[in-house]
C-alpha cells in the first residue's frame, strides 16, 4: 500500500508560481513511478509529468517549459514547480504512484495503471 498527500496549491494571477509537494509513504515496491495529473471541471483527468526511479522525468507538451517534477527521496517528498501560470491551468492536481517496469510505461502516464491516488489539492489561476 502507498499512501500520497498532496500540499501547496492556492490562488494565484496568472503569471504566478506555485510549488505543489506530494508526501509519500508506504510500500516503496510498488512506488518506482509517481506521476502528478490534473483534473478541471467537466474535463477528463490529464497526466501532467512523471519521474521514474526518482531521476527519469516526464513532462506533457502542455506545460513543458513552465512545469518541472522532481523528487527527494530522502524526505520521501514528490514536487510540481509551476511557472508562468495561466487560466487553463486551473485544476485540482493529483499525484500518483505505481510500479513501472520501465520508464516508458511511466512516461505515458494511463490514469487506469495508477492504483496509488492522492486527495488532490486544488490550483486556481486568474486572468
Known amino acids: 500500500q502507498v499512501h500520497l498527500m498532496e500540499s501547496g496549491g492556492g490562488s494565484v494571477h496568472a503569471g504566478g508560481s506555485l510549488r505543489l509537494s506530494c508526501a509519500v509513504s508506504?510500500?516503496?515496491?510498488?512506488?518506482?513511478?509517481l506521476g502528478w495529473f490534473r483534473q478541471a471541471p467537466g474535463k477528463e483527468r490529464e497526466g501532467v509529468a512523471s519521474?521514474?526511479?526518482?531521476?527519469?522525468?516526464d513532462i506533457a507538451d502542455s506545460v513543458k517549459g513552465r512545469f518541472t517534477i522532481s523528487q527527494d527521496i530522502s524526505k520521501n517528498t514528490l514536487y510540481l514547480e509551476m511557472n508562468s501560470l495561466i487560466p487553463e491551468d486551473t485544476a485540482m492536481y493529483y499525484c500518483a504512484a505505481v510500479f513501472a517496469p520501465n520508464s516508458r510505461t511511466c512516461w505515458t502516464r494511463k490514469e487506469r495503471d495508477f492504483p496509488y491516488w492522492g486527495q488532490g489539492t486544488q490550483v486556481t489561476v486568474s486572468s
Open positions: 508506504g510500500d516503496t515496491y510498488n512506488r518506482n513511478c
Open positions: 519521474i521514474y526511479a526518482g531521476v527519469y522525468t
